[in-house]
């Protein structure tokens, strides 16, 4: 089945712990990001990555970061965790950039406290 | 900077009235733009993508139009049914693969 996975689903941290959450597809695809929704301000695109090794700043970059080593792997590192990273984080691939259909992981619940 | 704003932020409809949905954009300058659905707790699923050439796209009953020079965009479902009851979303995409979100419009569709 094609899918995006993320791990861990759910996550309580405390701050100054650092963490990371994983992204993985099975479809080949060479565009990966990340994004964080937060109510009131909707999604917004934390990093993203045109292909392996090649990443790039979203909106919102600062406070994490990211590696592309692998085609299907992108995690989302938070190497200082701090209470206003409390948010929901999805994944998402596709096929070759913004323009194409985007597939989105279930989502990451992190607790920053 | 582009910006994208969803009127209404929540609507509720009874089983079988068709649903209106709006996304406005604040730059014209757009490559395409994904409607999209997420029910609660879980990932964004996409609906339509339609690119900037193109007026409109229609897959069921869900119709996508798109007006670039006014900044527009409008999801319509024809014949609502319960388990159209979701969270909706649009997102442009300008310049440099980058994705901007509306805040969505949460749909209620009563039997």
């Known amino acids: 089945e094609a899918q995006v996975t993320q791990n861990p689903r759910y996550l309580i941290t405390v701050t100054g712990k650092k963490l990371t959450v994983t992204c993985s597809q099975n479809m080949n695809h060479e565009y990966m990001s990340w994004y964080r929704q937060d109510p009131g301000l909707g999604l917004r695109q934390i990093y993203y990555?045109?292909?392996?090794?090649?990443?790039d700043k979203g909106d919102v970059p600062e406070g994490y970061k990211v590696s592309r080593k692998e085609k299907r792997n992108f995690p989302l590192i938070l190497e200082s965790p701090s209470p206003n990273q409390t948010s929901l984080y999805f994944c998402?691939?596709?096929?070759?950039?913004?323009?194409?259909?985007?597939?989105f992981g279930p989502g990451t619940r992190l607790t920053v406290t | 900077k582009q910006e994208v704003t969803q009127i209404p932020a929540a609507l509720s409809v009874p089983e079988g009235e068709n649903l209106v949905l709006n996304c406005s954009f604040t730059d014209s300058a757009i490559y395409n733009l994904q409607w999209f659905r997420q029910d609660p707790g879980k990932g964004l699923t996409s609906l339509l993508l339609?690119?900037?050439?193109?007026r409109e796209q229609t897959s069921g009953r869900l119709n996508a139009s798109l007006d670039k020079s006014s900044g527009r965009s409008t999801l319509y479902i024809a014949a609502s049914q319960p388990g159209d009851s979701a969270t909706y979303l649009c997102a442009v995409e300008a310049a440099g693969n980058k994705l901007t979100f509306g805040g969505g419009t949460r749909v209620l569709v009563k039997p």
């Open positions: 339609i690119q900037s050439s193109q």
């Open positions: 998402a691939s596709s096929f070759w950039g913004g323009s194409d259909e985007q597939y």
């Open positions: 990555s045109m292909n392996v090794e090649v990443t």
